[in-house]
């Protein structure tokens, strides 16, 4: 890439067990296949997910040269009680790792399911934004509340709405917003159809795309603890499910500009 700095993704919400850190990982697997550099920095080091899943990677890595790696940071936040210098802290940190990576085509964060000061300091910071969501009401709550048939946007929506204003007074720049319906069913339901017809609303609204995101696959939980990913697998032990499940991976990143031109050449 040509540019003088990283381009910046990141996976985030404030709710967890929505498949932030499986979307990262599947992410930074693609990028690195595609011929990219990439960075990966975990904010989420209390829980560590994609940590551990870069780990058991690297594990896969020694008997397997082909497996490419990230150059990866698991971020860890200040413990200063005093909360302005805490975040001051945590401020100067990031941009350090940040640095430290500045030689990279891809940058991509991992952020935790709470609202933290390096959570909405990496939001600032994205060029493309990739919100996974369950694909049910209960996680739309994330972005939008309704009260007496009005809906308002989310404590999360607007932290990211200010965060964009941020980006754009500091760097002139703006954020993509990408909501992914993850852990998609197989199956049509009614539900889903208006699931579907909600999201499309709240896009206009919100100023949000929607894309697909994975189908629920008991795949993606072996692969884990391999430190793998669908791409990882080739030859006989590739089945239909795993082609599906790459096709997904393909189609989200597809919405990204930037990725979908080389994915083209």
């Known amino acids: ?44 080091s ?54 430290e990576l500045q030689d990279k085509d891809f940058i991509v964060f991992d952020t935790p399911g709470s609202d933290n000061f390096a959570s909405r300091f990496a939001h600032s910071c994205a060029d493309t934004l990739i919100t996974p969501i369950n694909d049910s009401f209960v996680d739309l709550d994330l972005l939008v509340h309704v009260e007496n048939g009005k809906m308002h946007p989310s404590i999360y929506s607007e932290m990211v709405w200010n965060q964009k204003k941020n980006k754009a007074i500091r760097q002139g720049g ?6 992914v319906r993850n852990r998609l069913s197989n ?29 629920e696959r008991v795949i993606f939980k072996e692969l884990f603890l391999k430190g793998l990913t669908v791409l990882d697998i080739k030859g006989q032990k590739f089945s239909m499910s795993h082609l599906s499940a790459k096709q997904e991976l393909r189609n989200l990143l597809s919405m990204i500009p930037i990725i979908a031109e080389r994915m083209k050449s």
Do not use: C
């Open 174 to 179: 703006t954020i993509d917003w990408i909501v």
């Open 1 to 44: 890439m040509s540019d003088n700095k990283p381009y910046i993704i990141v996976v985030g919400n404030e709710k967890g067990g929505t498949g932030k850190s499986m979307i990262s990982m599947h992410i930074i697997t693609s990028l690195l296949d595609l011929g990219f550099s990439v960075g990966s920095i975990d904010i989420d």
């Open 46 to 99: 209390r829980q560590g997910t994609l940590s551990r899943y870069i780990i058991n990677r690297e594990s896969a890595a020694q008997d397997d040269p082909t497996i490419l790696m990230p150059t990866h940071f698991a971020f860890n936040r200040s413990m200063n009680n005093d909360r302005k210098l805490a975040e001051e802290e945590d401020r100067e940190n990031m941009l350090a790792v940040m640095h």
């Open 187 to 215: 199956l049509n339901s009614r539900n889903k159809s208006e699931i579907e017809k909600v999201l499309k609303e709240l896009s206009k609204r919100l100023g949000f795309r929607v894309a697909d995101g994975f189908s």
